[in-house]
């Protein structure tokens, strides 16, 4: 099967809730499995919140020095190989994140279609954004590749428009993890209603995906708000860890009513 037939086949799968005889074996038996597709989902949490954590905390954080534009070119200067890897690992995450949104979509369609449609359309909305803002990465690297066109700025020009960039990222993903917690909260919902996970797990899962989506909007209406760090995100990790060890290790619990409905 070609590469555009495999695309078209999984999005006949979000569209269709009849038989979808495109698709591969694999992802037939996601479909069939609602064990199987929960195994899938918690591997694929565990997965894009590995490889985001690793761009975030192990690359950027240790490069950026916050006030001071010179020092920071000078750390991704020196470490472009490891400032190269963390652009690939963010986008590894934003394709991982895909095909998490499309398997979530499978398991909790039965327990209500629209709503996980809502869910996997926050979802797409939030990784388009963060797609975008990633791209000012690739800036930063061509704003310090010492290119002939760019020996007009002086060297202090340069390094605020490195830093100009990296905020431009940071104010991008603020406003995809508005969307991220938008669309996990429906997810979440959908798994409480589902009776999939353990009854708190789900609640919680709704709590720090609401305060994700909250605090990040109060940060971009008062930035003052931005004093409190990653506070607001911790709550959305433990969940995300939490849920994808769950599903991973103890798999789901399916009711009798759902997985009579379940598409086959």
Not at 6 to 31: N, R
Request: with cysteine; aromatic share 8%.
């Amino acid at each position: 099967m070609s590469r555009v037939k495999i695309v078209a086949a999984l999005i006949s799968s979000v569209m269709c809730s009849g038989e979808c005889s495109e698709l591969p074996e694999v992802f037939h038996s996601m479909i069939e499995s609602p064990q199987r597709c929960a195994k899938v989902v918690g591997f694929l949490y565990l997965v894009q919140m590995a490889t985001g954590v690793f761009g975030q905390a192990f690359v950027r954080d240790q490069l950026i020095v916050h006030g001071d534009p010179a020092k920071t070119a000078q750390n991704i200067i020196g470490a472009e190989g490891l400032f190269r890897l963390s652009i690939a690992g963010d986008l590894i995450t934003y394709t991982t994140v895909i095909v998490l949104i499309w398997a979530l979509y499978v398991l909790l369609r039965p327990v209500n279609k629209n709503l996980a449609l809502l869910a996997v359309l926050f979802r797409l909305a939030e990784n388009a954004v963060l797609c975008v803002a990633t791209v000012n990465s690739l800036v930063v690297l061509r704003l310090l590749s010492g290119a002939d066109y760019l020996k007009t700025f002086e060297a202090n020009q340069l390094h605020s428009l490195v830093t100009l960039a990296l905020n431009m990222q940071g104010l991008g993903m603020n406003v995809g993890f508005i969307l991220l917690g938008l669309g996990s909260a429906v997810f979440a919902y959908l798994l409480l209603k589902s009776r999939y996970i353990p009854k708190a797990l789900a609640v919680w899962g709704i709590f720090s995906s609401l305060v994700l989506a909250i605090a990040t909007l109060a940060i971009i209406v008062f930035p003052g708000f931005g004093i409190m760090g990653l506070a607001h995100m911790m709550p959305m990790g433990i969940y995300e860890v939490g849920l994808g060890l769950w599903l991973l290790v103890k798999g789901i619990r399916v009711p009798s009513a759902v997985a009579d409905v379940v598409p086959r």
